[in-house]
């Protein structure tokens, strides 16, 4: 018995020794870091660039570090104009597409009704369409009800394809909740609204806030709906892509990383919310 | 009450002051799929303030859609809800003056077990003070004391159980109305809490109406039972009124185990019955009513109340002969399972009062004997 467990036990001390044995049990490990560091790598690339003391139109080669750009963030009013109107948008979009998705997501997840199976559709359509498709055909759409592009046509157009993707995930949050939740509110007494405020609203709240954080991020780096609904007003990505023929100024490295900084700072936020929460 | 109120209202001027619940002719119909299922084929119950009061069926036979209807999540197809001798019927659910204990309890998991107690009273309008003390009191009485910050997930499902209890009588409501509230506990648990129910209703003096599918439940704690199947109330009654004289077939199934021994009647009395069994065997049975010679009739008599022996037991009115087929032994009592001179199967439980050997093996013939007065005709027998 005692010789059969020592066999036994030789074979991983000699799969240790052999390179190959070394890397099969710690494949995965390595695949891992991989994938991270080709996740991350080019944004590592946009937060250093950020700091580069480069000297020519072009930031494309490491010159030294400099914290001036930080000083000058706003030294290029386009730029800052550009920016504002994008943080502007992607926040009315947050706002009105998380509202009417969350809406759409309750109506879906709870309810029953005529039109239930043509709405879904149409929403996967809108999340399955793709972007150029979408932004000719509103393009199209708003030249033809002659509305002046601009501001509210990018405004309209974020908010159109961003609502799809909050009622989906409202949908799913709303699909995990028990029903006699809201039964047993209404039971103890509390009205249609009051239920909602006091239970639903409670309950659904990460899925809302999940669906409104994801339309922010779509529409505050949405180039190819934009680029075709903006008319003569300039966002942040159209500044820079505008800017590429001569020459991106470190600043857009800047405010990339700064807009970087505040979706991780975010998402960590959430993270421990959720986390005490579920304590 | 005055007679004025009573006088819209059929029901008899007692039971409008009197009874905390009654339903006249309730009928629940849905539309499923473009046809209608009938969840709910008239009922009429009266249940009394502080009644503990069961409603008994298996899935399907409209039990929780009545209990619905009574708090209010359903509004009847026809018929009417009656709280306290008022009509309801049409009021919504955070209108009424019943609250609920749901199934899978419910709790708000985003709400401190105070919070959730407390949810009702705030509702109200209760004032700060008052709610505090009350929520207390409450958490007191299902001893919960000093769990009040705890959120539901971080307690176990008894007390969990507790908790949704708590936040429902916190309101003192005019009945409590309780959805399978034990199904998702264990055994154990479930039979502690079944004494527990039992303690709580009698301290805070309120009506309970409680539906359940498990027939021990219901017989353990009842005052009264209602058996429900297929959408109507097939046997209303105590406890031991059902289990001893059942209505019908399906109650003598449905509670207990039952005997059926089906035979031709011979003679025909003012209260009882002979009827011929298998080759030439006599049965006594008590019946309401005189039947035709050679009408088949079909009676049931419980396990417990057979007296098996291996000799004849003298000149009893009910004995018939068969062999053992098998004998299970249970500890606190022994099962036989006897095939009759006619070829039904008969279960016979005996208490295991002595620790002397089995009265038979398997194969053995034996005589079956019982009082006439344990024995029901089937349907014939009016509950006394």
């Given at each position: 018995?005692?010789?059969?467990?020592?066999?036994?036990?030789?074979?991983?001390?000699?799969?240790?020794?052999?390179?190959?044995?070394?890397?099969?049990?710690?494949?995965?490990?390595?695949?891992?870091?991989?994938?991270?560091?080709?996740?991350?790598?080019?944004?590592?690339?946009?937060?250093?660039?950020?700091?580069?003391?480069?000297?020519?139109?072009?930031?494309?080669?490491?010159?030294?570090?400099?914290?001036?750009?930080?000083?000058?963030?706003?030294?290029?009013?386009?730029?800052?104009?550009?920016?504002?109107?994008?943080?502007l948008i992607a926040l009315l979009t947050m706002l009105i597409a998380g509202t009417l998705g969350t809406l759409i997501g309750l109506a879906l997840g709870r309810y029953r009704f005529r039109g239930a199976g043509p709405l879904n559709l149409v929403m996967f359509a809108a999340i399955?369409?793709?972007?150029?498709?979408?932004?000719?055909?509103?393009?199209?759409?708003?030249?033809?009800?002659?509305?002046?592009?601009?501001?509210?046509?990018?405004?309209?157009?974020?908010v159109m394809f961003s609502v799809s993707f909050v009622a989906v995930t409202v949908r799913a949050r709303v699909l995990t909740l028990d029903p006699a939740l809201e039964e047993a509110a209404r039971d103890l007494g509390a009205g249609p609204l009051t239920t909602f405020r006091l239970v639903t609203f409670p309950m659904i709240f990460p899925g809302v806030m999940a669906g409104s954080l994801l339309a922010f991020a779509l529409s505050i780096d949405d180039f190819v709906i934009t680029n075709f609904t903006a008319g003569g007003t300039v966002t942040f990505p159209l500044w820079i892509w505008g800017s590429t023929r001569v020459g991106t100024p470190p600043q857009v490295n800047v405010m990339g990383t700064l807009i970087f900084a505040v979706g991780v700072l975010l998402a960590i936020g959430l993270r421990l919310i959720a986390r005490r929460r579920a304590a | 009450m005055p007679m004025t109120e009573t006088a819209d209202a059929p029901a008899p001027a007692a039971a409008a002051t009197l009874s905390a619940i009654e339903l006249i002719g309730v009928v629940k119909t849905y539309q499923s799929r473009g046809e209608a299922v009938h969840a709910v084929k008239g009922i009429d119950l009266t249940i009394a303030q502080g009644e503990f009061f069961s409603l008994l069926g298996p899935s399907g036979c409209g039990k929780t859609t009545t209990m619905r209807v009574i708090a209010g999540f359903e509004e009847p197809t026809a018929g009417e809800v009656c709280l306290q001798g008022k009509n309801v019927t049409g009021v919504p659910a955070n209108k009424r003056d019943v609250n609920m204990?749901?199934?899978?309890?419910?709790?708000?998991?985003?709400?401190?077990?105070?919070?959730?107690?407390?949810?009702?009273?705030?509702?109200?309008?209760?004032?700060?003070?008052?709610?505090?003390?009350?929520?207390?009191?409450?958490?007191?009485?299902?001893?919960?004391?000093?769990?009040?910050?705890?959120?539901?997930?971080?307690?176990?499902?008894?007390?969990?159980?507790?908790?949704?209890?708590?936040?429902?009588?916190?309101?003192?409501?005019?009945?409590?109305?309780?959805?399978?509230?034990?199904?998702?506990?264990?055994?154990?648990?479930?039979?502690?809490?079944?004494?527990?129910?039992?303690r709580i209703q009698r301290e805070v003096g309120i009506t309970f109406v409680y539906v359940t599918h498990d027939q021990g439940e219901a017989l353990a704690m009842s005052d009264r039972i209602a058996v429900m199947n297929d959408g109507?109330?097939?046997?209303?009654?105590?406890?031991?009124?059902?289990?001893?004289?059942?209505?019908?077939?399906?109650?003598?199934?449905?509670?207990?185990?039952?005997?059926?021994?089906t035979g031709t009647v011979a003679e025909s009395g003012a209260d009882t019955a002979v009827i011929r069994y298998g080759?030439?065997?006599?049965?006594?049975?008590?019946?309401?009513?005189?039947?035709?010679?050679?009408?088949?009739?079909?009676?049931?008599?419980?396990?417990?109340?057979?007296?098996?022996?291996?000799?004849?037991?003298?000149?009893?009115?009910?004995?018939?002969?068969?062999?053992?087929?098998?004998?299970?032994?249970l500890g606190t009592s022994t099962n036989y399972n006897v095939r009759t001179s006619a070829g039904a199967d008969v279960v016979v439980f005996t208490q295991n009062a002595s620790s002397a050997d089995d009265i038979a093996v398997r194969g053995d013939s034996v005589w079956l004997s019982w009082e006439p007065e344990h024995s029901y005709a089937i349907g014939t027998e009016a509950a006394p």
């Open positions: 018995m005692s010789t059969r467990t020592a066999e036994r036990a030789a074979p991983p001390a000699a799969r240790r020794r052999s390179p190959l044995g070394f890397l099969r049990g710690r494949s995965l490990h390595i695949y891992t870091w991989l994938v991270i560091a080709w996740l991350l790598l080019p944004i590592c690339v946009m937060i250093l660039f950020g700091f580069n003391d480069t000297q020519s139109r072009y930031n494309t080669k490491w010159q030294g570090f400099t914290f001036k750009w930080y000083g000058e963030l706003f030294a290029i009013d386009e730029l800052t104009t550009a920016l504002i109107n994008s943080l399955a369409c793709a972007e150029i498709v979408m932004g000719a055909s509103l393009l199209s759409m708003f030249v033809t009800l002659s509305a002046p592009l601009g501001f509210w046509t990018i405004l309209i157009a974020h | 204990v749901f199934q899978s309890y419910a709790l708000f998991p985003h709400m401190s077990v105070f919070e959730n107690v407390a949810f009702g009273l705030r509702r109200k309008g209760v004032e700060k003070a008052e709610v505090t003390r009350r929520t207390a009191e409450m958490l007191e009485i299902v001893d919960l004391a000093g769990r009040e910050k705890r959120r539901p997930k971080q307690l176990s499902g008894g007390q969990q159980q507790r908790v949704a209890l708590a936040r429902a009588l916190v309101n003192r409501p005019r009945a409590l109305l309780l959805d399978e509230p034990l199904g998702a506990l264990d055994l154990k648990l479930r039979q502690a809490m079944q004494v527990e129910l039992k109507v109330i097939e046997q209303l009654g105590s406890p031991r009124e059902i289990y001893e004289h059942p209505a019908s077939k399906f109650v003598a199934g449905f509670i207990g185990t039952s005997n059926l021994l080759a030439d065997e006599r049965i006594t049975v008590p019946v309401r009513g005189v039947f035709a010679e050679g009408a088949e009739l079909e009676l049931t008599v419980r396990p417990e109340k057979i007296d098996l022996r291996l000799e004849a037991p003298g000149n009893g009115a009910c004995q018939i002969t068969g062999t053992v087929t098998e004998v299970v032994y």
